[in-house]
Each structure stands twice: as structure tokens, then as C-alpha cells.
């Protein structure tokens, strides 16, 4: 059954680097997301991705923040300089629909 | 404020009982998704509802949808010990790309 993969499953940085979290979205697929969970909260939208634009962000993606899809199959979050609050768990997200979204295991970002 | 409140927040029963989980919110969905998902790993879908009034099932697993779109139901039948996970529910508001809101989740524990 196709899947959404992301890498690393873990990454450790240190405050004030640059972080680009990599994901392939299920291959027919044409929506993407990006949604974050900092530890024993909920689940937060970040953006959505369609035909190489951004369709909407939240509050959250500031310009620290970045998205692209630089070839067929990847779908990359950057983050240009990170903060220690940027620590959480990050998921991509795709969909055939715009309806139903299917989630990838995630990206645990760790900032020290 | 919370967009999608969950309740219970953590139920804890015995094999073979049955439950019943709820979303609600003051705000109309145009769909609503339930997710599952396990310690450090991405949800996973389990169901999307469109229509006021939709019920659906999957096997012991029953989803309403309420008739007005701001609330939802997730009822399991003679729980199973593999049933144990954290349930989300997550609502669209209507945006182009489907943006979800999600709630905090019920912690379902079943003993056997």
C-alpha cells in the first residue's frame, strides 16, 4: 500500500542553524502538507502545497519557515535559523482529494 | 480555545466493553476525519465523513457525523486490547486545500 516516507526520523541541531526535513508524498498524489505536534500537544497545521504554490499558512510559518518540491517525487520543509521552540515532531502530509490526508511516521526535530 | 473538543480525554476499560468517544465544536466542518496514532509515530486515517447525519462503519468501529457538521462520534463494539491508541478527530473549515484542525485526542487504554 503506497505510503508517505519522510527522513531523517530524527534530527538533532543546535540553536541557529539551518534544518531541511525531506519527504516523498504517495507518488499520484498533488495536495501536500506539513502539520508539527511539540510534545503532549495537538497536532498544528503549518502549510499546504499544491501546483508548486503555496495555498495557505498558518500563524506558525513565519519567515523563518520554506517549502518546495524541487523535483517529481520530494516535498522539503526548511527551516532557516531554528529556536529551541521549534523542537516537535514534524509530519507531512499528502492527498489525491484535498479530503482525506494521509500522514507520514514524522520527523522528531530536537533543538539544543 | 479549543476549535475540536474531544471527550473523554483517557478512558480505560475492560475487553469486550463498548465506547463511545466524542468531537465537538461551535463550528461547521465540511468533512471530519478520525485518526489513530501511536507514541512517535504519524496518524493514521481511519475514516473521513462529509454529509450531516453520515454514519460509517469499519468492522467494531461506528462514525457519525452530527446533522448540523460541528460534531462527530467514534463508537467501538466489544473493544479489543489492539484497539489501544490515542484517538484524534480532525475537522476542515472549508479552505481550498483542506486544512485540518485537529482535537487533543482520546487516550483509549483496553485491558484484557
Known amino acids: 500500500e503506497p505510503e508517505v516516507t519522510q527522513t531523517p526520523s530524527h534530527q538533532v541541531t543546535q540553536m541557529g542553524q539551518e534544518v531541511i526535513l525531506r519527504c516523498v508524498p504517495i507518488?499520484?498524489?498533488?495536495?501536500f502538507y506539513w502539520y508539527r505536534q511539540i510534545l503532549g500537544q495537538k497536532v498544528e497545521f503549518l502549510v499546504s502545497f499544491y501546483n508548486n504554490e503555496i495555498s495557505e499558512k498558518s500563524e506558525i510559518f513565519d519567515d523563518q519557515f520554506s517549502v518546495e518540491r524541487p523535483d517529481g517525487s520530494n516535498f522539503t520543509l526548511k527551516i532557516r535559523s531554528t529556536k529551541l521552540e521549534d523542537s516537535a515532531m514534524y509530519f507531512c502530509?499528502?492527498?489525491?482529494?484535498?479530503?482525506?490526508?494521509?500522514f507520514g511516521p514524522g520527523t522528531r526535530l530536537t533543538v539544543t | 480555545t479549543q476549535l475540536l473538543e474531544q471527550s473523554p480525554q483517557f478512558l480505560s476499560i475492560q475487553e469486550g466493553e463498548n465506547l463511545t468517544v466524542y468531537c465537538n465544536s461551535s463550528?461547521?466542518?465540511?468533512?471530519l476525519q478520525w485518526y489513530r496514532q501511536e507514541p512517535g509515530e504519524g496518524p493514521v486515517l481511519l475514516v473521513t465523513v462529509v454529509t450531516g447525519g453520515e454514519v460509517k462503519k469499519l468492522k467494531r468501529l461506528t462514525f457519525q457525523f452530527g446533522d448540523a457538521r460541528k460534531d462527530s462520534s467514534l463508537h467501538i463494539t466489544a473493544a479489543q486490547p489492539g484497539d489501544t491508541g490515542l484517538y484524534l478527530c480532525a475537522g476542515d473549515r472549508g479552505s481550498t486545500l483542506g486544512r485540518l484542525y485537529f482535537g487533543r485526542g482520546t487516550q483509549l487504554t483496553v485491558w484484557p
Open positions: 507518488s499520484n498524489h498533488l495536495y
Open positions: 463550528s461547521v466542518f465540511s468533512s
Open positions: 502530509a499528502s492527498s489525491g482529494s484535498g479530503y482525506e490526508q494521509y
